[in-house]
């Protein structure tokens, strides 16, 4: 029965305590010597000859007979009012249908006190007006005829600038988010902590502003049913639309259907109900029509959300023998106009390594330029860089090892709270790709004319345990297959393979006998956002849940029909064994006796294990190679350990990896949103100037899991895969760079640009000693412990 | 003096648009008719004439490569080709790719390999590796990678992508 | 895009007629940049004229006397696989390798790459700048690293086309035809630096069009390299490149030509580096003072400065490259 019950989940960095109902979970979990037919082997990705052969649609590809197409009129200005919109000559157009603006839509409230179409214009990109008409072509020809008039406002681009008493302020209630104190935690006494050190380091870090381009855009079909609404959209979270849709729009939730079923990737820019499903929903009203918004690449880029960029001051103070005895990092993640905090910016300082004396300083700030959204291991991915910068500092000034350094400082329990570990296999980690990479040969200088190669390596600590709430139901059909449908959606992870493979294994059913369902609140419940690394975890126990309970029920039929105790009966493959008497029937023989009574097995996801910290830990290995002449930067070859417990699908879980880590090679290197600071307004919002990695730019990947289920999170063992690989590539980079050409670059991309700097710094002028040995220093190598 | 303003003349009728004109287009072997602006790019034709959704609309500027198709043998950027420049010349999509109701070898092995992870780009990337096995049935590593440079992966499939081209060039070099 | 007429050109003299009688026209071939100004709403003509459809224009010819003519409508990826070019110039062959991505080679042609528009983002972008008739250029104090460290004028923006350099390297010379009548001058004096009336960094008049490209056969002995630095693996625009040609009699180095890509409004000869080199032997020591001469008289603007030591990295890589061949 459900209850009532306090669970701490834990999302992007960020644990809250919260209430949830939920269904104490009744599945033993699989022990790691369990014998399982389908999970944990290669299965290739249901619904993947949809994908080869075109014919995956996604939300970009719902066409609806009579659909118009939406386009919107954005600000050209960082920040202005908004003194009047003319739409007359729009609205003669021929084949318009539909016009938009904050004169005649709805006020609905939008980001705090703002609104859906807000007096005030925030960034180079804020909605201002929406057109619906017969064609894309009509609808652009139709922007370019609405005459706005704006009185041009101060802006502020610059965080730092922002954090300024003085300064243009983006909201009303401030520009620095919960006040000019920020976020801080501490533990310890600080200064106790730096006075007892030998050494103290400090420097400053900054990351760049990454924009997400999921090649498919924040697109929608919004169209009517009566007073109905069904959105087609390409979101991470469903149910979240749903809500927020639903609310924006005054409606009850039962009127309110969205559905994803191929979507084309959201790396966090897609987490909840944007403004422009509710444009188009307001726009198929007013005109009775299904309308299409599909953004171009450009508005993507100004308005689809950019990764926090972040200036980082980190202080850290050691011993002499390399345990950290104190670590304060003051961050400052500029969140645009309309970002939120949720960046955790802190999180490896506070909890990566056994440090007693910490504090961490978090400011959000907002600024005029184009909003921020979670990415791919939101604030993880900055803080780690500047911290692992720092512990990579910190052993070549002590000439030690990076990874004993690393191995000193190791935190054997949560320094944050205490709590024990789920599992920690991050030592493990490191002694594999410690080997693989060949860490230990590494101090032979391998130069070849002015190319020098270096390795690097950095740790992560990420969470990705899920817990509820999240279901799932299956039902099975009178000829032995199976319906497996949830609400949650697969946004190219393999969530419906990996889901299927933990059904078919709890079933005994072939996995080609089960088909899954996902991305559609009305057939599937409800399942959280495919976000934090969390829906494996999450949603795989409530799969199986389902699956278990679905067996039972069959199993206890059988056992009827077979005159057999159901506790002698077991099911693999689709057959039904019982051991004794030794009989076997076909799941489909009973399921064809029982005819069209349906089995349905409801399963829920559990609370997550009291008192106990889940963790996913990883540790890579970047070796590159620098031409100190050119600044050239090549990524040879990456090595990455990772563990997420068990590894449901090695295929689909290889492939997260792969992909974050060249997500962090583009984020290391080549990729940063240009602002141009005297308009505010974004020079390279396209795919010409922004750049991202192509396959010429990928090195050799080679990783290894750690793959051994964690038996105390939840019933399948699994950790989510989805954001722990990004974390330490562009760390593990940037020391590479440092080990080749002895320069070390703490600002993100590592371009050729700041490489020729730094270089031209040292040879211009020697660095002091007690600094990082210039190339010249090179060769007295520390020797390794 | 004259003739050329004659000739100016008749020059002027050959113009067309900037209104709704017919065109006629071979994609992968069927002919199609269609009304539509001088403007409107393959691309869009392709998807909101044809319903042909395989190639995807990215960057609309040559940019990505999600839009690739073959017009006459060669990959192209479908965005970057107004519908009215194709009259006449064979365009090839990913719909096109399987024959007899089997999946091309380069599907087959993506499948396989996992060679896509949200598959938004895969359209194009199949057929960029497409033309490339249609001239060279095994191609090294580096064509592999040279024929497949003009097409991004936002999920970074690349080395799965790599790896699943490289099997369909071992099987070829078997045979 | 706004909406246009199209029309098929039947001829060259087809192509102008129009391109003088429709004031508000453009030619297209690959439309690889044509269509992205257009998109962008920087470029928007009334009629577009298809030069594709001309007869021969995509012709490339050699005279079996060692020189080429390209027809400016010969695509990329067709002068990049043509025997002649890998054979007797291989630097253009260099340049097209890693020039654009396939798919673009196989669109874009030799006509339409030299006379394409600056990357420039402030040009690209919903800036009023010096190229679009305002004054004044946003680049100046703005984001440069893109911007040139040579000729500088009331525009910074860089010539991005990756064939020119080399082009000019082998002495090219195009032919231009208008309602007037058919030219061919150096490909040299066809770039000219923006300023006064001339928003433009091509000295193509409205109503003219690029006919052919000429390559002329080298020295004996003429040896090249093409350099290209990008911001990342491919498909890219140059940050610098360089393209040279020399040939050597008894070891001393008769004739020359360095030219710099990309940071300047038009390919940039390196004059004093050639100077520097010209009837010397080619060895360690002169390929310093050389590198270094090809960098006399840079001046960056903030952002770009390191493309002074990129440039002289390149031009030191190049001549060593050539140092015993």
């Given at each position: 029965m459900p209850k009532i019950v306090r669970t701490r989940v834990e999302f992007e960095g960020e644990v809250r305590e919260r209430m949830a109902v939920v269904v104490e979970d009744q599945v033993l979990p699989w022990s790691a010597r369990e014998k399982l037919d389908i999970v944990g082997r290669p299965h290739p990705r249901v619904g993947g000859r949809q994908i080869v052969t075109g014919g995956a649609t996604y939300t970009a590809d719902v066409q609806i007979p009579g659909m118009l197409h939406c386009k919107i009129r954005r600000s050209p200005l960082p920040h202005a009012e908004v003194l009047s919109i003319d739409t007359a000559e729009a609205q003669t157009l021929f084949g318009v249908r539909g016009v938009l603006t904050h004169a005649n839509a709805p006020r609905i409230r939008w980001f705090g006190n703002s609104f859906l179409f807000d007096r005030f214009v925030r960034f180079e990109g804020d909605e201002v007006a929406a057109v619906a008409a017969d064609s894309e072509e009509i609808a652009e020809d139709a922007l370019d005829l609405i005459h706005v008039r704006y009185r041009e406002l101060p802006f502020v681009v610059d965080p730092e600038q922002a954090m300024k008493p003085d300064a243009p302020r983006v909201h009303k209630e401030g520009n620095v988010i919960g006040g000019p104190e920020g976020d801080v935690y501490e533990r310890g006494n600080l200064e106790e902590g730096f006075a007892r050190s030998n050494h103290v380091f400090s420097e400053r870090y900054e990351t760049q502003a990454a924009v997400h381009n999921c090649l498919e855009p924040h697109c929608c079909v919004a169209m009517w049913n009566g007073d109905e609404l069904v959105l087609w959209t390409s979101t991470q979270h469903a149910y979240g639309v749903r809500d927020g849709v639903a609310a924006a729009l005054g409606l009850p939730l039962h009127k309110v259907r969205v559905i994803c079923?191929?979507?084309?990737?959201?790396?966090?820019?897609?987490?909840g109900a944007g403004k422009h499903e509710v444009i188009a929903a307001l726009l198929a009203k007013m005109t009775e029509r299904p309308v299409r918004l599909y953004p171009s690449r450009r508005e993507e880029n100004l308005a689809g959300g950019v990764r926090h960029p972040t200036i980082q001051y980190l202080r850290a103070g050691v011993r002499r023998d390399g345990k950290l005895m104190a670590l304060h990092l003051r961050s400052i993640a500029n969140v645009g106009a309309y970002g939120t905090d949720s960046s955790e910016v802190g999180g490896p300082v506070r909890e990566l390594y056994d440090c007693a004396n910490v504090r961490t300083e978090q400011f959000a700030v907002y600024t005029n330029a184009g909003p921020a959204a979670a990415f791919r291991a939101p604030g993880y991915v900055e803080g780690m860089f500047a911290l692992e910068s720092m512990m990579d500092q910190i052993a070549y000034s002590l000439s030690m090892d990076p990874l004993q350094l690393r191995l000193v400082n190791y935190a054997r329990k949560d320094p944050v709270r205490g709590a024990t570990y789920s599992s920690k296999p991050l030592d493990e980690a490191y002694r594999t790709g410690a080997k693989m990479a060949g860490w230990n040969l590494r101090a032979k200088a391998q130069q070849m004319g002015a190319r020098r190669r270096g390795l690097g390596m950095a740790s992560q600590i990420w969470g990705g345990g899920g817990g509820p709430p999240a279901y799932a139901i299956i039902r099975l059909n009178s000829d032995g297959t199976a319906d497996l449908v949830t609400g949650t959606q697969d946004i190219g992870t393999g969530t419906k393979t990996v889901l299927v493979q933990i059904a078919a294994e709890e079933l005994g059913l072939k996995a080609e006998d089960i088909r899954i369902t996902v991305g559609d609140t009305l057939a599937g419940p409800y399942a959280p956002v495919s976000a934090g690394s969390m829906t494996v975890p999450s949603m795989g126990p409530a799969v199986r849940a389902a699956a278990k309970s679905a067996r039972e029920e069959l199993l206890s039929l059988a056992s009827a029909l077979m005159q057999v105790s159901a506790a002698s009966l077991s099911i693999r493959n689709g057959i039904i064994t019982s051991t004794t008497p030794s009989k076997t029937v076909a799941v489909s023989d009973v399921t064809r006796r029982i005819g069209d009574f349906m089995i349905v097995g409801k399963g829920a996801r559990g609370p997550n294990p009291p008192n106990v910290k889940v963790r996913t830990f990883g540790a890579q290995f970047a070796e590159v190679e620098v031409d100190v002449e050119t600044g050239d930067v090549t990524v040879t070859r990456v090595v990455a350990v990772h563990d997420f417990g068990r590894i449901i699908n090695p295929l689909t879980s290889g492939s997260q990896i792969e992909g974050g880590i060249v997500q962090g090679i583009g984020f290391a290197l080549m990729e940063e949103r240009f602002v141009d600071p005297e308009s505010g307004t974004s020079l390279n919002a396209n795919l010409e100037a922004y750049k991202i990695p192509t396959i010429l730019d990928i090195p050799i990947i080679e990783h290894a899991l750690i793959d051994r289920p964690d038996e105390s999170c939840n019933s399948i063992g699994s950790k989510g895969a989805g954001e722990p690989p990004i974390i330490p590539t562009a760390a593990a980079i940037a020391n590479a760079v440092y080990d080749a050409a002895g320069v070390r670059v703490r600002s993100l991309p590592i371009t050729r640009e700041k490489i020729l700097v730094e270089i031209g710094k040292l040879k211009l002028q020697p660095k002091p000693a007690g600094e990082a040995p210039g190339p010249a220093q090179k060769r007295r190598r520390p020797r390794r412990g | 003096m004259k003739d050329t303003v004659r000739s100016g003349v008749l020059a002027q009728r050959r113009r067309r648009g900037p209104g709704k004109l017919q065109l006629r287009l071979n994609v992968n072997g069927e002919t199609y008719e269609v009304m539509v602006e001088p403007r409107r790019t393959l691309l869009d034709v392709l998807r909101d004439d044809l319903g042909l959704t395989g190639a995807k609309k990215v960057c609309d500027r040559g940019q990505c490569g999600a839009c690739t198709v073959l017009l006459q043998g060669v990959p192209v950027y479908s965005c970057l080709k107004l519908a009215i420049e194709c009259e006449g010349k064979p365009v090839e999509t990913v719909e096109g790719l399987m024959s007899n109701g089997r999946l091309h070898p380069l599907q087959q092995a993506f499948i396989d390999h996992d060679a896509f992870q949200c598959g938004f780009c895969t359209p194009g990337i199949l057929m960029s590796l497409k033309a490339l096995f249609d001239r060279n049935d095994s191609p090294t590593e580096d064509e592999v990678r040279q024929a497949v440079e003009g097409n991004l992966c936002r999920c970074g499939a690349y080395s799965k992508v790599l790896q699943a081209a490289l099997s369909v060039a071992r099987a070829n070099e078997q045979e | 895009m706004r909406a246009f007429d199209y029309v098929d050109a039947t001829s060259v003299e087809d192509a102008t007629t129009f391109l003088q009688d429709e004031a508000d026209s453009a030619l297209i071939a690959g439309g690889t940049e044509l269509l992205v100004l257009m998109k962008n709403k920087v470029i928007n003509p009334r009629l577009l004229i298809n030069v594709k459809s001309i007869d021969g224009l995509h012709r490339i010819r050699a005279d079996g006397e060692g020189s080429l003519t390209i027809g400016s409508v010969a695509t990329i990826a067709e002068l990049g696989s043509d025997e002649v070019v890998q054979r007797s110039f291989p630097i253009l062959a260099d340049a097209i390798r890693v020039a654009a991505s396939p798919q673009l080679r196989n669109m874009a042609t030799v006509g339409g790459n030299l006379c394409q528009k600056p990357r420039c983002w402030y040009y690209r972008g919903s800036f009023d700048c010096f190229l679009k008739g305002a004054r004044g250029c946003h680049a100046l104090n703005g984001q440069n690293r893109g911007s040139g460290i040579f000729g500088r004028s009331e525009c910074y923006a860089v010539n991005p086309s990756d064939l020119a350099p080399p082009l000019v390297a082998l002495g090219a010379s195009v032919v231009i035809q208008s309602p007037q009548g058919r030219k061919q001058i150096s490909l040299a004096d066809f770039f000219t630096l923006p300023r006064g009336e001339l928003l433009n960094q091509t000295i193509l008049g409205r109503d003219e069009m690029v006919v052919e490209v000429r390559i002329p056969k080298q020295p004996h002995r003429s040896r090249g390299v093409f350099l290209k630095a990008m911001e990342r693996k491919t498909w890219s625009f140059a940050q610098a490149s360089v393209a040279m040609q020399l040939s050597r009699s008894d070891d001393r180095i008769e004739d020359v030509r360095i030219v710099l890509g990309a940071i300047a409004p038009i390919p940039w000869r390196a004059t004093a580096a050639e100077d520097a080199l010209r009837a010397r032997a080619l060895t360690r020591q002169l390929i310093e003072v050389a590198s270094a001469a090809a960098v006399e008289g840079a001046h960056p603007s903030g952002d770009n400065r390191y493309k002074v030591t990129l440039v002289r990295e390149l031009v030191k890589r190049g001549l060593s490259a050539l140092l015993n061949t």
């Open positions: 079923e191929f979507m084309g990737a959201g790396f966090g820019s897609k987490q | - | -």
